[in-house]
């Protein structure tokens, strides 16, 4: 989960959809993304309680444009194209939908990734 983007090279979408396999499990997803984009572990202990569990604490968070900006990982310092984070948060969002109907299906997932990629 390190070095995930370089000043010159922008590697995340590529990164994340290195994580990606037909039989992955979309929920499970939504959780390495959620770690990818915020830079933390789904669970830290050494966090305070409220931001311990990573989901719990985030997915409020993800919708909310202003919100999101203070989630996204330190470690990039403001150094990511911030339509492509918003795209990622709502993609998370989408897959850690408690209602597994509502989650995209993998190939959706697949579908808005690419042009991600393609972009740089
Ligand atoms: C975080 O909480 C959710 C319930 O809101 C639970 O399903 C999930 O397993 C928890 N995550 C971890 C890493 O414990």
Redesign the pocket.
């Known amino acids: 989960m390190k070095n995930i983007t370089t000043k010159k090279g922008y590697q995340y979408p590529m990164y994340v959809l290195g994580h990606l396999s037909p039989r992955s499990d979309v929920y499970s997803f939504g959780?390495v993304l959620l770690e990818i984009v915020t830079g933390r572990k789904?669970?830290d202990k050494s966090r305070p309680a409220r931001e311990r569990?990573?989901?719990?604490w985030a997915v409020p968070l993800l919708r909310e444009k202003k919100k999101l900006i203070n989630i996204v990982d330190p470690k990039l310092e403001g150094n990511y194209p911030i339509k492509d984070v918003n795209k990622a948060a709502m993609l998370a969002y989408h897959c850690l939908n408690r209602n597994p109907k509502a989650r995209p299906l993998m190939r959706d997932i697949v579908a808005s990734l690419e042009p991600l990629q393609e972009e740089k």
Do not use: A, C, H, R
């Open positions: 959780v789904s669970l569990n990573l989901t719990d």
